[in-house]
Nanobody, 124 residues
């Protein structure tokens, strides 16, 4: 699976962005999908995940209630809608395809395929 993330940019605190991740190659609908982020000097951290059929989602506590993950299997695309953005949300955001089970969706090592990342910068 090849993944291409887009939609990042510069936004003021309180603003919104929608990230997209387009997949090509192997069957997209067979993978749970996740978003991770990495801020400068910090480790990559889990943000959100969605099951292969879209029926289940899971969020990091830091984004719960502000971010929404969704997917369109017909378009081979997963989205991350980010509202009420904060300066601490500034990071490179990565989409990834999970090759393990749903129980491991928070773990980066369970994701086999990764996109190239898209920068999100939130100014105060």
């Amino acid at each position: 699976v090849q993944l291409q993330a887009s939609g990042g940019g510069l936004v003021q605190a309180g603003g919104s962005l929608r990230l997209s991740c387009a997949a090509s190659g192997r069957t997209f609908s067979g993978y749970h999908m996740g978003w991770f982020r990495q801020a400068p000097g910090k480790e990559r951290e889990f943000v959100a995940a969605i099951s292969y059929g879209g029926g289940s989602t899971y969020y990091a506590d830091s984004v719960k209630g502000r971010f929404t993950i969704s997917r369109d299997n017909a378009k081979n695309t997963v989205y991350l809608r980010m509202n009420s953005l904060k300066p601490e949300d500034t990071a490179v955001y990565y989409c990834a395809a999970n090759s393990g089970g749903w129980g491991g969706v928070m773990e980066a090592y369970d994701y086999r395929y990764w996109g190239q990342g898209t920068q999100v910068t939130v100014s105060s």
